[in-house]
């Protein structure tokens, strides 16, 4: 089954989430299992809408969630266990 975008969102955030919050665009890419056409479309859209930030450490491009990217993450979990708890 496909994943919907905010399944996407959700999947693209944690994985920055879990790597401590710092992680370089080629391993997002891997991990994201995207196509990478798909992952600079949903992460273009990210950096936009203030989800994440990229910065430059020691010459490389880091990404991290912003406050914004956070709340997402916790809310989205909220709505998961809404539908688990009704089996929706």
Known sequence: ???????????LLRIIQKHNNSIKPTPLLRFSN???QR?????????EKGFIHEKEEKG???IS?????FRYLERYKNIIGFIDEFDL
Not at 1 to 11: A, C, F, H, S
Not at 39 to 47: A, P, Q, R, S, W
Not at 65 to 69: E, N, W, Y
């Open 60 to 62: 490389r491009k880091v």
């Open 34 to 36: 995207l196509s990478s």
């Open 1 to 11: 089954m496909k994943r919907g975008r905010l399944e996407l969102i959700y999947d």
């Open 39 to 47: 992952f600079e479309l949903y992460f273009g859209e990210l950096v």
């Open 65 to 69: 969630l912003t406050d914004k990217g």
